[in-house]
């Protein structure tokens, strides 16, 4: 199977890395030559001197270009013959309809990976143009699995999905770095602090989904009656930490239906 990519910044680089293997052709292309150099030597991967070059070298091709440069990218497309071959974009607040109408191909998938993607720990999330049967649906999906999870979502939630996935390892880090400066307070050395923290967090999401119990169920487990745990509770709450992260979720989204 031949894939392209356009553009290897952050994104295209991290699809390009996760979907690696010899089961795949790759063509890829940059604006900034210098990004290239590193795969330059690798097997299977061919650099490619025009988007068109790529375009029809390439059965699916995800277009992962800076928000700047999209429209450009989008211009180059269409002007190339449409073909058996499939759009996948990675162009935040770009609407299915509205890449079909750039680039004049109806072929086209909108995708929304995050940056834990690139460990195969994300969620993906693709939304298909009503064009693509489903055997072509299962192609993507499967393509996009080294990425990790993969959801098909209806398009109107994207900007939700964006703020949990693709926002939520910043928030998730503003509050381990919270629990990590609260023990350094305590008297914990830094790295044991961080250690700590995140063995914490990993143990108690996995503890979560063995399990299979509710959130709630894990938090009375471990809170005694006039114990330290409940007392810790207790400040959370009386501080509104839960309605504070609530709100900062909803202002992101704002933020996000607003560009």
Same mark, same amino acid.
Do not use: W
């Given at each position: 199977?031949?894939?392209?990519?356009?553009? *290897?910044?952050?994104?295209?680089?991290?699809?390009?890395?996760?979907?690696?293997?010899?089961?795949?052709?790759?063509?890829?292309?940059?604006?900034?030559?210098?990004?290239?150099?590193?795969?330059?030597?690798?097997?299977?991967?061919?650099?490619?001197?025009?988007?068109?070059?790529?375009?029809?070298?390439?059965?699916?091709?995800?277009?992962? *270009?800076?928000?700047?440069?999209? @429209?450009?990218?989008?211009?180059?497309?269409?002007?190339?013959?449409?073909?058996?071959?499939?759009?996948?974009?990675?162009?935040?607040?770009?609407?299915?309809?509205? =890449?079909?109408?750039?680039?004049?191909?109806?072929?086209?998938?909108?995708?929304?990976?995050?940056?834990?993607?690139?460990?195969?720990?994300?969620?993906?999330?693709?939304?298909?143009?009503?064009?693509?049967?489903?055997?072509?649906?299962? @192609?993507?999906? @499967?393509?996009?699995?080294?990425?990790?999870? =993969?959801?098909?979502?209806?398009?109107?939630?994207? @900007?939700?999905?964006?703020?949990?996935?693709?926002?939520?390892?910043?928030?998730?880090?503003?509050?381990?770095?919270?629990?990590?400066?609260?023990?350094?307070?305590?008297?914990?050395?830094?790295?044991?602090?961080?250690?700590? *923290?995140?063995?914490?967090?990993?143990?108690?999401?996995?503890?979560?989904?063995?399990?299979?119990?509710?959130?709630?169920?894990?938090?009375?487990?471990?809170?005694?009656?006039?114990? *330290?745990?409940?007392?810790?509770?207790?400040?959370?709450?009386?501080?509104? =930490?839960?309605?504070?992260?609530?709100?900062?979720?909803?202002?992101?989204?704002?933020?996000?239906?607003?560009?």
């Amino acid at each position: 199977m031949n894939v392209g990519i356009i553009g *290897v910044g952050n994104i295209g680089s991290m699809i390009l890395e996760a979907l690696y293997n010899k089961e795949y052709e790759f063509n890829i292309i940059n604006r900034t030559r210098s990004k290239l150099k590193k795969y330059e030597k690798l097997e299977n991967v061919h650099i490619c001197k025009s988007i068109e070059e790529v375009y029809e070298k390439s059965k699916f091709i995800f277009v992962a *270009v800076k928000p700047q440069h999209i @429209d450009k990218v989008f211009k180059e497309l269409s002007e190339l013959e449409e073909k058996e071959n499939y759009i996948i974009s990675t162009a935040a607040g770009k609407e299915l309809e509205e =890449v079909i109408e750039k680039t004049h191909k109806n072929n086209v998938i909108r995708i929304m990976p995050t940056i834990i993607s690139k460990i195969g720990k994300g969620v993906t999330a693709v939304a298909f143009n009503k064009t693509i049967d489903k055997n072509i649906k299962k @192609d993507i999906i @499967d393509l996009m699995k080294p990425l990790g999870k =993969v959801i098909e979502l209806e398009e109107e939630k994207f @900007d939700a999905f964006t703020i949990l996935n693709s926002s939520g390892p910043a928030f998730v880090s503003f509050i381990l770095e919270s629990f990590i400066e609260g023990a350094i307070n305590i008297g914990l050395h830094a790295e044991t602090a961080k250690e700590i *923290v995140l063995k914490t967090f990993e143990g108690s999401i996995k503890f979560l989904e063995k399990e299979n119990i509710e959130l709630a169920e894990l938090k009375y487990k471990v809170s005694s009656p006039g114990g *330290v745990t409940i007392k810790g509770l207790y400040e959370l709450e009386q501080k509104g =930490v839960k309605g504070a992260i609530m709100k900062s979720i909803y202002e992101s989204y704002l933020k996000s239906k607003s560009l």
